[in-house]
């Protein structure tokens, strides 16, 4: 009894910190202080603390600066691209700092003496799709005394650099309050860099795209976007697995005490318990996303591709539970669909397909389905290809790809399905699940051949290990048996998943992963990817090109 109602406080405790949490933080200006550049000149060093959300995006700061008469002496506005450094996944962090620096170059040189006050103003404003509507507003202002000197060491942080493919790019080193010896202690990974007259020079790779980092001394991080020049307009929708179905707005991840009060309903679907939402119970009737449409959680395979790139003007419109139908014309979703065409996107991101029939088959009243079918009669694949033909898979999926290639001029990228074996899917073996979900993905590659090949690219994602033979599905050439057994590799399913595993092949049964956390939740019993599953799927994703 003492254990049920430890669970049920602290499933309400995690649900109050996802909604106290949805809210963005404030922004709020520290203490500003006098530094140096490398070579000598003043500098203003101004800390201000920003709402992750702000993290890769561009953000002015006005600098007045008086003397002891009052007397206004220098004025100054900065716009830089803000970074939190690198991200994390799920990123749970509310806020960061960024330490602008603002050069004191003017001819003549502006007088620095005693008694002098800063006036900082800092705005933090998201207007995602650059409508001029802004999702996100804030700002703060403070009036000062500015010291000469500090008894601590503080210094800028490196903006955000865009620079292109084998490109020289040379970079400010920080400005600080005391002197420091610079040095790269980590080097880049996708290029080379080294220090010059007091700045650093940075060239990446002739075919890198993304994001890369170094690091000087004291941990400061320098990052670098390679990629093309502009910035594109990207834009997402599709079902749970484009949504980021068991994680709030927030990062936290869904517990299985919640996953009834999140699972979509059958008719009305709110996005709930999906990383771009705010809602956090499938009770409601209407879609609420979240500000930045969980970019800045990091979660979704849409938000880290997004991220890897520098991309801001981002949304992710996918609703947890949908089906093809719902976003083609004539749909519940369609006035989303246009709205998305309507926004002219570069890109257009989407998982889905999956919805109805392997839900209602694999946790639908009828569980049995095809898996008893073919163990009387044979013919798994004909079963499962006869489903897909009464749900109109291919039909649906023909109209939705036909009216965004007929609507933008988007290279539009077609995520297929990751393979997870639920530990709840008890009518169905794992071979089975293989089985299915490579005819689902078969069927997505089929309709994008059909309707146009150019714009609608398929991607696939990374095999997700199993730990057992599934062959003739996937091929068995690993093995960590002393037996010798052979299975597709070292697992990356659910814990439960895994643990179930364990006990139906004791003899075989590989665990896993290797590096890291499982690539699929166990808040859903062992169904949609892990933000660490996300990051292998956003990483075969190609870079964008405009």
């Known amino acids: 009894m003492i254990r049920r109602v430890l669970s049920v406080a602290l499933a309400l405790l995690l649900l109050l910190v996802a909604t106290a949490s949805a809210r963005p933080a404030p922004v709020q200006i520290g203490h500003a202080s006098l530094g140096h550049t490398v070579d000598g000149h003043p500098s203003i060093l101004v800390p201000v603390t920003y709402p992750i959300q702000l993290a890769g995006r561009t953000t002015p700061l006005e600098v007045t600066l008086r003397d002891r008469t009052g007397e206004q002496i220098f004025q100054r506005r900065v716009r830089v691209r803000l970074t939190a450094g690198k991200l994390r996944s799920p990123e749970r962090r509310r806020r960061f700092t960024f330490i602008h620096r603002i050069d004191l170059l003017d001819v003549p040189p502006v007088p620095i003496g005693a008694g002098m006050e800063v006036t900082v103003r800092a705005k933090g404003r998201v207007d995602v799709n650059a409508d001029g509507t802004p999702e996100i507003t804030g700002a703060d202002s403070a009036a000062q005394a500015l010291p000469l000197t500090s008894s601590r060491t503080l210094c800028s942080t490196p903006a955000l650099s865009r620079t292109r493919p084998g490109r020289r ?6 400005a600080c309050t005391s002197r420091v010896r610079w040095r790269i202690t980590q080097g880049a990974e996708h290029g080379s860099a080294h220090l010059e007259d007091g700045s650093l020079v940075y060239r990446s790779g002739p075919r890198f795209r993304g994001t890369d980092t170094l690091t000087l001394n ?24 484009t949504a980021g179905f068991g994680y709030y707005s927030n990062g936290s991840p869904m517990t299985i005490g919640h996953l009834l009060e999140c699972r979509p309903g059958e008719k009305e679907f709110d996005d709930a318990c999906s990383s771009n939402s705010l809602n956090t119970t499938g009770k409601g009737t209407k879609v609420e996303y979240a500000p930045d449409y969980g970019l800045s959680n990091n979660i979704s395979w849409a938000a880290q591709w997004a991220n890897e790139h520098a991309i801001t003007n ?21 006035a989303t669909t246009a709205q998305i065409e309507s926004e002219d996107p570069d890109y257009v991101l989407m998982t889905i397909g999956a919805n109805p029939l392997l839900s209602e088959m694999l946790f639908g ?24 033909a009464e749900v109109h898979l291919q039909e649906h999926l023909k109209a939705l790809y036909t009216d965004l290639v007929q609507h933008t001029n988007a290279t539009i990228y077609l995520m297929q399905y990751h393979l997870s074996v639920p530990s709840t899917a008890l009518a169905y073996s794992a071979t089975q699940i293989a089985e299915m979900g490579k005819l689902l993905n078969r069927e997505i590659e089929k309709v994008a051949a059909e309707v146009n090949p150019q714009r609608l690219q398929v991607v696939t994602p990374p095999h997700f290990d199993v730990g057992i033979d599934i062959s003739p599905v996937y091929p068995s050439r690993f093995s960590c048996s002393s037996l010798g057994y052979k299975v597709d590799g070292p697992s990356v399913q659910s814990t439960p998943t895994q643990d179930e595993l364990e006990i139906l092949h004791p003899l075989s049964f590989c665990e896993g992963p290797p590096v890291g956390p499982p690539w699929v939740i166990s808040g859903d019993t062992g169904i949609h990817p892990s933000a660490a599953g996300y990051t292998q799927m956003a990483s075969q994703v190609p870079p964008p090109t405009s």
């Open 218 to 241: 004291g941990g400061r991080q320098v990052r670098f976007t390679v990629g093309a020049s502009g910035e594109p307009v990207v834009r997402a929708l599709g079902d749970s697995v």
């Open 365 to 388: 009243l009828d569980q049995m389905g095809c898996a008893v079918y073919a163990q009387i009669f044979g013919g798994y694949s004909e079963c499962i290809e006869k489903a897909f």
């Open 169 to 174: 790019t040379t970079v400010a080193l920080p």
């Open 314 to 334: 981002y949304e992710n419109l996918a609703i947890s539970g949908s089906e093809p139908a719902d976003w083609a014309p004539g749909g519940e979703f369609h």
